[in-house]
T-cell receptor, first 111, second 116 residues
């Protein structure tokens, strides 16, 4: 059973517009959530995280929104840039446990 | 943040042999984790490695196949033993850093293992 789901395998966005990446989870025991960006042949790069007691966290062009009642989070990238093209992973964790990852969304920024 | 040096970055190994992957962190961390990313898949947690205690393995992973050492708060190794082609994956180490209510998790560059 997949506890963290990213239902869009890919997303294409025009440069300068907003990219919205979505993630759903099923385990209500998760108490923090993270977003990563990954290029081929590299480790995941941490982007932003959010605690379950918050509903929004912002860092530069990246904002993560958490809707606990819907068990849904999203990553907004504004404005989207060509260097943002990568695979984005949503991950969730609780306590001292390791992370549970979604399958990723391939974001393509078009000029 | 934390900077993690992982090596080797890649290796091609014969089936039946073993490979040890090393991770060095630039600061002392309590929680260290090992993950695997099989081709076309997401990251899957193998085990949690905490200093001073035995590693805790996730379902489907066993100590005989993936022995882990954690001799201090900045270093850990994962060994992939008696390798078969099915072990061909990217292996990654990770550390968690908690600051107030925020948890951040950082990864090494990964070890791309090909078993032939």
């Amino acid at each position: 059973d997949q506890q963290v789901k990213q239902n869009s395998p890919s997303l294409s966005v025009q440069e300068g517009r907003i990219s919205i990446l979505n993630c759903d989870y099923t385990n209500s025991m998760f108490d923090y959530f993270l977003w990563y960006k990954k290029y081929p042949a590299e480790g995941p790069t941490f982007l932003i995280s959010i605690s379950s007691i918050k509903d929004k966290n912002e860092d530069g062009r990246f904002t993560v929104f958490l809707n606990k009642s819907a068990k849904h989070l999203s990553l907004h990238i504004v404005p989207s840039q060509p260097g943002d093209s990568a695979v984005y992973f949503c991950a969730a964790g609780g306590g001292a446990d390791g992370l549970t990852f979604g399958k990723g969304t391939h974001l393509i920024i078009q000029p | 943040s934390a900077v993690i040096s992982q090596k080797p970055s890649r290796d091609i190994c014969q089936r039946g042999t073993s490979l040890t992957i090393q991770c060095q962190v630039d600061s002392q961390v309590t929680m260290m984790f090992w993950y695997r990313q099989q081709p076309g898949q997401s990251l899957t947690l193998i085990a949690t490695a905490n200093q001073g205690s035995e590693a805790t393995y996730e379902s489907g992973f066993v100590i005989d196949k993936f022995p882990i050492s954690r001799p201090n708060l900045t270093f850990s190794t994962l060994t992939v033993s008696n390798m078969s082609p099915e072990d061909s994956s990217i292996y990654l180490c990770s550390v968690h850093i908690r600051t107030g209510v925020l948890t951040e998790a950082f990864f090494g560059q990964g070890t791309r293992l090909t078993v032939v």
